[in-house]
Nanobody, 124 residues
């Protein structure tokens, strides 16, 4: 069983930056593709960014391209989401997911494990 714990969320002004972390335990981290998704109350989970299990390929939703960067450190069993130039519309709960042998899926249902999420609030 893989456990995922996100951290790094908080309140930031528009134009500011945050770095989210997702620490994994209970599995062989290097075998998992990792993704970041976000969700607003009453809405479905929305894809943000993903990185394949090899750490070679990355994918982003259009609205965050050029502002967000996903990366992973297999030695620390951690995936990161660096978020720059944050906008008010980025305000949501951000969760990380893990997909065994994942190649960077943008579909939430393909992820096997999820963290509890961390709130990101961007004031305008």
């Amino acid at each position: 069983q893989v456990q995922l714990v996100e951290s790094g969320g908080g309140l930031v002004q528009a134009g500011g930056s945050l770095r989210l972390s997702c620490a994994a335990s209970g599995g062989i981290f290097s075998r998992f593709g990792m993704g970041w998704f976000r969700q607003a109350p009453g809405k479905e989970r929305e894809f943000v960014a993903a990185i394949d299990y090899r750490g070679v390929r990355t994918y982003y939703t259009d609205s965050v391209k050029g502002r967000f960067t996903i990366s992973r450190d297999n030695a620390k069993n951690t995936v990161y989401l660096q978020m720059n130039n944050l906008k008010h519309e980025d305000t949501e709960v951000y969760s990380c997911g893990a997909e065994l042998w994942g190649v960077g899926s943008q579909m939430a249902y393909e992820y096997n494990y999820w963290g509890q999420g961390t709130q990101v609030t961007v004031s305008s």
